[in-house]
């Protein structure tokens, strides 16, 4: 998996502060986001997104070994697509790529990067991959990595890094939240509202909305053989892989009450 260490090079650094000093001078405002079904005051704007994964994306791709397996490659990105063209947003172009870790891993960079791994590939079908891009596709959707972002670094970090002495020790935080985001430490909430606009967008392209379930119990199978074991990344995220199963389940119960139309 990606080393911590790798973060500090220097010329991951030195992207990553001209990447935010971009988007420190962009005007702030409140938008209506749609997958919350809320007012959120966003202050990094849709092109600084997408600046800070490309570069963001530029850098790590240097550390991770990309397949070039095309069969892998067209598969993740024929349903990636898909699913994605059911994303509540749509001014963004999504990229897909494959990963060769045997980690049972997938996650994804703002602006629209998504990543999965090889022993995740491995292991699901068509309906639980779709869900699972659906499940990253959602965070991106969400904006859940701009609002940590923001959450975590605030406009006095920003300045710091600017006009501040501590100049080294905030380009040392910026690096360490998006480390953090990379392993999926969003919130509970953030988890369980990636996994229902998932299922949601895996139903809406075609796929069977089952599929995140039983991903979910295949993943809860494959970590109580592993005895727990920490190559597990996508169970560090906060909710039980026990809740999430309920849920999934529920949310699939209701997506068949409601009778959703995929073109909807």
């Known amino acids: ?25 962009c005007s702030c405002s409140t938008i209506y986001n749609p997958v919350t079904e809320r007012n959120e005051y966003i202050f990094i704007d849709t092109p600084s997104e997408v600046q800070i994964g490309s570069d963001f994306a530029r850098q790590i791709e240097k550390d991770l070994k990309l397949s070039k397996d095309p069969s892998k490659i067209e598969r993740v990105n024929a349903i990636g697509k898909k699913v994605a063209s059911f994303s509540h947003r749509q001014d963004l172009e999504y990229h897909f790529f494959v990963v060769e870790d045997k980690q049972l891993n997938a996650f994804a960079l703002p602006g629209g990067f998504i990543y999965v791994n090889t022993g995740l590939l491995e292991i699901v079908n068509d309906d639980e991959l779709a869900c699972v891009l659906g499940h990253e596709i959602a965070h991106i959707s969400a904006r859940h ?25 905030n380009i040392r935080l910026l ?3 998006l480390f953090d985001l990379i392993h999926l430490k969003y919130s509970r909430q953030d988890e369980k509202l990636a996994d229902r606009i998932g299922i949601l967008y895996a139903y809406k392209a075609g796929y069977n909305p089952e599929g995140m379930v039983s991903f979910f119990e295949k993943l809860k199978a494959s970590n109580d053989k592993d005895g727990g074991g920490e190559w597990l990344v996508f169970l560090r995220s906060h909710p039980s ?24």
């Open 145 to 169: 990595s701009v609002k940590a972002m923001q959450a975590a670094l605030g406009y006095d970090v920003f300045l710091n890094i600017v006009f501040g002495s501590a100049k080294s020790q």
């Open 175 to 177: 690096g360490s939240v």
């Open 241 to 264: 892989i026990e809740s999430r199963i309920a849920d999934a389940k529920k949310e699939v119960e209701l997506l068949k009450v409601k009778g959703y139309n995929n073109k909807e």
């Open 1 to 25: 998996m990606w080393r911590l260490e790798n973060i500090y090079k220097k010329n991951f650094l030195e992207v990553l502060l001209y990447s935010f000093i971009i988007f420190l001078f």
